[in-house]
């Protein structure tokens, strides 16, 4: 259990430290924008965590600096040829204002075209898009959900969808729920499937200990791959509403 979180600044580098009932220290620099935070064992003392992190300064400005060179969309105006993604494949958007319901669909492969109200502000388009991605991506994890937790003999007792700024899931152990990042709607299919089975493996195995990779190596050969092109993949300048 998390007993305290604080931040720090090291060498010019905002460092978020969260200590916790755990065996080894876990550093780690987080995409879209390089949050760096640290799990720490209680039993460790604050001079060896601050150590720890002035030895990897220069492996975290690297990472950063990584994270700052993608590609990165230009921001959605939500018009007319505008680039947007879905399952890692680009599609360009065609706005129609009708007088119906709004929707959106997949037309030719490479086209999303957006049915909206008459006069329907960004905001308002934003949110048919948004929609439409949650409904998209509940749909994709559904089937994941199903095979995997069969295959892994576990169960869980939720999952949901959120925003997260620095993970593309997380999984509560203790209660059995597993929580999936939107953005991953925009993701090839490899890479949903690849979070999906390392969250549910969590259920199994806590840490990303010497078991837990074993074991992502045999259920997910590539899982290696699909980890760095998430990390390549281009990110969002805002994210949808």
Partial sequence: MTIESRRLSIGGVAVEIVRKDIKNLHLGVYPPGGHVRVAAPLAVSDETVRLAIVDKLAWIRRQRERFRAQPRQSRREMIARETHYFQGRRYRLR???????????????????????PGASVEQRWAVLAKWYREQLRALVTPLLDKWQAALKVEIAAWGIKRM???WGSCNSGAGRIWLNFELVKKPPRCLEYIVVHELLHLRHRHHDSHFVAQMDQLLPAWRRAREELNREPLADVQLR
């Fill in 95 to 117: 706005v129609l204002e009708r007088d119906a319901p709004p929707r959106v669909v997949i037309r030719g492969g490479a086209t999303l075209e957006m049915h909206v109200r």
């Fill in 165 to 167: 700024r620095t993970k």
